[in-house]
């Protein structure tokens, strides 16, 4: 039987396309939302889920930061994928002849410059993908997509303009969730490696500023920190870290020993092996 990988979205999506370059030989499920994939790995109807975390123009993915925490899920795994959007009708239409274009809010927003020198208006859907499956659907000429490449495949749409996106560097980075288990040790991890985890300072003044100190003395390098409020009295913050190391490497393990000092709560979410992108980024800069 072959293993299964739950991604949001509509077939075709960008997430559907993460999991087909990462890991060709899984079944890729199609989830209408983030807890879905999220079940489907809890009860092990799949192996893995692959989930959108952050996006290099519109930043951090929405309630991923409340809902990871959340899932008991592990991070096992990265991906960085680039983002690139078709323009896509059915068979005959063309861009003179369309009034509207249809996509998910952060697509459109990433292809301006086509939207307006086409003077098409934007529709905002749920998903790029679904976005292609209704214009198939509709067979109205007047109306276009903004989805993935491979949407056109899928619904069978004609590509009146490959990759319209504004920025080319436009980048999704995606982590791999899998059932909660033991940490790998450093002897299974060999290589770069990123550690994920959440931390709530304690109520004291410059607390984050102290727990963050170990870090920099160490040498320790953040490449992500962001802060969420959690409950409803705007008053207790959680954080959201990524690192460069394994807890074992004395540098982390020194950092992490100094932030217990000035937190109430510290939970690893994964440690797991760096990717591709982001080591060959590293080399060179």
Known sequence: MAQKIAYQGEPGANSNIACQQMFPEFESVPCASFEDAFELVSNGEADLAMIPIENSIAGRVADIHILLPQSHLQIVGEFFLPIHFDLLGIPGSTIEGATEVHSHIHALGQCRRLIRDAGLRPVIAGDTAGSAREVREW???????????????????????????????????????????????????????VTSFVFRVRNVPSALYKALGGFATNGVNMTRLESYMVGDEFAATMFMVDVEGHPEDLPLRLALEELDFFTTEVRILGVYPAADHRTARALSS
């Open 139 to 193: 067979n109205d000429p007047a109306k276009l997509s903004l989805a993935p490449p491979l949407a056109a495949q899928i619904y069978g749409l004609e590509v009146l303009a490959s990759r319209v996106e504004d920025d080319p560097s436009n980048t999704t980075r995606f982590v791999v969730l899998a059932q909660e288990k033991n940490l790998p040790t450093r002897d299974e991890l060999a290589g770069p490696a």
